[in-house]
């Protein structure tokens, strides 16, 4: 009996002793990245494949140039990535066509693969112009939200998409959320004709951001997917409402659109490198108070995904971090 007591109290002396260590380990990692927005310090360098010459660098302070920006992150993505991009650019290119006022650019961001992803992307912007595909290299692996991060920060667009590589969300599903970003718009210029204000809003200056969601093949999805992966993914609900609260059914949804003032606001105090950057960007809209609005897309699975059960661990992890960092402001806002 007394050594099942000792084997006991071992137990608990353990428990408390992996406790104490995993929150101090928790503190000092939001400590150490409290200046953590600055990340990649290096600029991003664009060059014309053709002249070899570089191309100046825009930032999103400046005014835009762009209808549009796209920014597609890509790790490993050799052959996923050229099916997405022809069927974006044809897409882009009929708009184009058919609207003057229609311009783009798609960013790619080479966030240091290891395959044939850099000569792929430099393929594109042969065929289709330094103005309207552009390739940033981050020379080493830093995580989707860096690589998003950093696209989104040198983009010239009004309004900035962010998708994923493989191409699993319709590219024609961006309209919807265009069309709810004019309506925000619509209403605050209603908003501002009411008030007897005479001036015109610009879709560029109006905070607002859309997320797409596969919220409504929630169910079509339970039923199919494994026992564990159901459980773990209503958990990882769960843990996100608690850390960045309700509003948001579908945060990790790769299809995302902001404004340019939206962007310029949350894409410069954004810490988060890998996945759970879109939970940030949740709570940052919230903090910033910028209009938030999910509509349901078009998505298909893709073969090949990044995200594995390794991944779940990595993204409680993570969002520990985030909520200590911004709740107790060790992690302080810039605006």
Not at 23 to 35: G, H, P
Not at 103 to 108: D, G, N
Not at 260 to 284: G, P, Q
């Given at each position: 009996?007394?050594?099942?007591w000792?084997?006991?109290?071992?137990?608990?002396?353990?428990?408390?002793?992996?406790?104490?260590?995993?929150?101090?380990?928790?503190?000092f990692?939001?400590?150490?990245?409290?200046?953590?927005?600055?990340?990649?310090?290096?600029?991003p360098?664009?060059?014309?494949?053709t002249?070899?010459?570089?191309?100046?660098?825009?930032?999103?302070?400046?005014?835009?140039?762009?209808?549009?920006?796209?920014?597609?992150?890509?790790y490993n993505e050799?052959?996923?990535?050229?099916?997405?991009?022809e069927?974006?650019?044809?897409?882009?290119?009929?708009?184009?066509?058919?609207?003057?006022?229609?311009?783009?650019?798609?960013?790619?961001?080479?966030?240091?693969?290891?395959d044939?992803?850099?000569?792929?992307?430099f393929?594109?912007?042969?065929?289709?112009?330094?103005?309207?595909?552009r390739v940033?290299?981050?020379?080493?692996?830093?995580?989707k939200?860096?690589?998003?991060r950093?696209?989104?920060?040198?983009?010239?667009?009004e309004?900035?998409?962010?998708?994923?590589?493989?191409?699993a969300?319709?590219?024609?599903?961006?309209?919807k959320?265009?069309?709810?970003i004019?309506?925000?718009?619509?209403?605050g210029?209603?908003?501002?004709d009411?008030?007897?204000?005479?001036?015109?809003?610009?879709?560029?200056d109006v905070?607002?951001?859309?997320f797409?969601?596969?919220?409504?093949?929630?169910?079509?999805?339970?039923?199919?997917?494994?026992?564990?992966r159901?459980?773990?993914?209503?958990?990882?609900?769960?843990?996100?409402?608690?850390?960045?609260?309700?509003?948001?059914?579908?945060?990790?949804?790769g299809?995302?659109?902001?404004?340019?003032?939206?962007?310029?606001?949350?894409?410069?105090?954004?810490?988060?490198?890998?996945?759970?950057?879109?939970?940030?960007?949740?709570?940052?809209?919230k903090w910033f108070?910028?209009?938030?609005?999910?509509i349901?897309?078009?998505?298909?699975?893709i073969p090949?995904?990044?995200?594995?059960?390794?991944?779940?661990?990595?993204?409680?992890?993570?969002?520990?971090?985030?909520?200590l960092?911004?709740?107790?402001?060790?992690?302080?806002?810039?605006?």
């Amino acid at each position: 009996m007394e050594s099942i007591w000792a084997i006991l109290e071992l137990l608990l002396i353990s428990a408390i002793v992996l406790a104490f260590g995993l929150a101090a380990a928790i503190v000092f990692e939001t400590f150490r990245r409290r200046f953590n927005h600055t990340h990649v310090e290096a600029p991003p360098v664009f060059e014309d494949p053709t002249s070899f010459k570089p191309v100046p660098c825009p930032h999103i302070f400046d005014p835009a140039e762009k209808y549009i920006s796209l920014v597609i992150p890509a790790y490993n993505e050799e052959h996923r990535l050229p099916g997405a991009l022809e069927e974006t650019l044809n897409y882009l290119q009929r708009r184009a066509a058919n609207d003057s006022t229609f311009t783009y650019e798609v960013i790619i961001v080479d966030d240091g693969s290891a395959d044939g992803t850099k000569r792929v992307a430099f393929e594109f912007v042969k065929r289709h112009s330094v103005d309207n595909v552009r390739v940033i290299l981050l020379g080493k692996n830093h995580g989707k939200g860096e690589a998003i991060r950093k696209g989104m920060l040198h983009s010239r667009g009004e309004l900035l998409l962010m998708l994923d590589a493989d191409g699993a969300t319709r590219i024609d599903d961006m309209e919807k959320l265009e069309n709810q970003i004019h309506a925000v718009a619509k209403k605050g210029q209603q908003s501002e004709d009411s008030a007897g204000r005479d001036s015109t809003i610009r879709i560029s200056d109006v905070p607002a951001a859309v997320f797409g969601s596969r919220a409504h093949l929630e169910e079509k999805a339970l039923a199919t997917r494994k026992w564990y992966r159901n459980f773990l993914m209503k958990g990882f609900h769960i843990v996100v409402l608690l850390a960045a609260g309700s509003g948001i059914r579908d945060t990790q949804c790769g299809f995302k659109m902001f404004t340019r003032s939206a962007a310029r606001k949350l894409f410069l105090n954004i810490r988060l490198k890998r996945w759970c950057f879109d939970v940030e960007l949740v709570y940052l809209c919230k903090w910033f108070r910028v209009s938030m609005n999910e509509i349901s897309v078009n998505w298909t699975e893709i073969p090949g995904s990044k995200v594995n059960l390794l991944s779940i661990p990595n993204m409680l992890w993570e969002m520990a971090i985030m909520s200590l960092g911004y709740r107790t402001g060790i992690w302080r806002i810039y605006s």
